[in-house]
Nanobody, 128 residues
Framework: QVQLEESGGGLVQAGGSLRLSCGASGRTFSTYAMAWFRQAPGQEREFVAGIRWAGGITYYADSVKGRFTLSRDNAKNTVYLQMNSLKPEDTAVYYC?????????????????????WGQGTQVTVSS
């Protein structure tokens, strides 16, 4: 089993920055990919950014490309999502997810169904 815990959400003005953290504990040696998803009120959960653990290959949704950066600290089993130039439309609950099995393809999976472990979520609110 793997436990994920997010932190770092909050309220920020448009144009500001936040850094989200996701710490993993438990069977972390089997991690194949980790990702951030978000869900705004009344909307479906959507992929934001992900990282393939082997090789550190990252992938970003077009809506955040150039503004958000995903990084990791292997020693701490933690991934970070640095969010810059935040916009009101970035307001959502952000979830960390982990996948513990292989898949075909180079980039981390984009579908939430591909991830078996989830954190509880952290609220990000961007005011205009």
């Amino acid at each position: 089993q793997v436990q994920l815990e997010e932190s770092g959400g909050g309220l920020v003005q448009a144009g500001g920055s936040l850094r989200l953290s996701c710490g993993a504990s438990g069977r972390t040696f089997s991690t194949y990919a980790m990702a951030w998803f978000r869900q705004a009120p009344g909307q479906e959960r959507e992929f934001v950014a992900g990282i393939r653990w082997a090789g550190g290959i990252t992938y970003y949704a077009d809506s955040v490309k150039g503004r958000f950066t995903l990084s990791r600290d292997n020693a701490k089993n933690t991934v970070y999502l640095q969010m810059n130039s935040l916009k009101p439309e970035d307001t959502a609950v952000y979830y960390c997810a982990a996948r513990m099995s292989t898949w075909s393809g180079l980039y981390p999976p984009l579908s939430q169904s591909e991830y078996g472990y989830w954190g509880q979520g952290t609220q990000v609110t961007v005011s205009s």
